[in-house]
């Protein structure tokens, strides 16, 4: 069973709520699995021997949370090297806002990718404006990412 950290970027909860149904299902399923929020947290958290699942909302015009910015400006600026890292994405935003919809979780994707991050699945994107419930979309989602998880364990 993997060991899978969820580090949460928000600004109203939401993200909260939706890495909070999630880990209760890693763990159901038998995972050692945690969700912690971003604040206060630089690139040293990102180390090998857990898969992370980045659960991040869009704030303003495309960018991370408040609580994110510390951990994305420290990747940014020491670009440490990541490749040994596995990583995934549920991205949540408002089609509303089309230029810069989910940014805040592509922009996680995108820097995680160039530090050398290998990415299972594809990110999860959710739109507020759909009418759908996060939680409920993101656990359905969750449920085939933690299987990649294992087929890819297998696979090494």
């Avoid at 303003?60 to 510390?70: E, F, I, T």
């Avoid at 600026?77 to 549920?90: K, M, N, T, W």
């Avoid at 994707?109 to 299972?120: M, S």
Wanted: contains cysteine.
């Amino acid at each position: 069973m993997a060991t899978i950290k969820i580090l949460v970027g928000t600004m109203t909860g939401t993200a909260e709520l939706v890495a909070e149904e999630i880990c209760d299902e890693f763990v159901k399923r038998g995972h050692d699995a945690e969700a912690v929020p971003m604040d206060g947290l630089d690139a040293g958290v990102l180390a090998p021997g857990a898969v992370y699942l980045i659960c991040v909302s869009t704030y303003g015009q495309g960018d991370v949370p408040d609580n994110a910015l510390g951990l994305f400006e420290d990747l940014e600026a020491g670009r440490p090297d990541l490749s040994a890292l596995a990583y995934g994405v549920i991205a949540l935003g408002d089609r509303t806002y089309a230029d810069t919809y989910c940014h805040g979780g592509l922009r996680f994707d995108a820097l995680l990718a160039e530090l050398g991050a290998r990415r299972i699945g594809a990110v999860m994107e959710h739109d507020a404006s759909d009418g759908s419930i996060p939680e409920e979309v993101a656990l359905d989602w969750s449920r085939e990412w933690v299987d990649l998880i294992g087929d890819q364990e297998q696979a090494a």
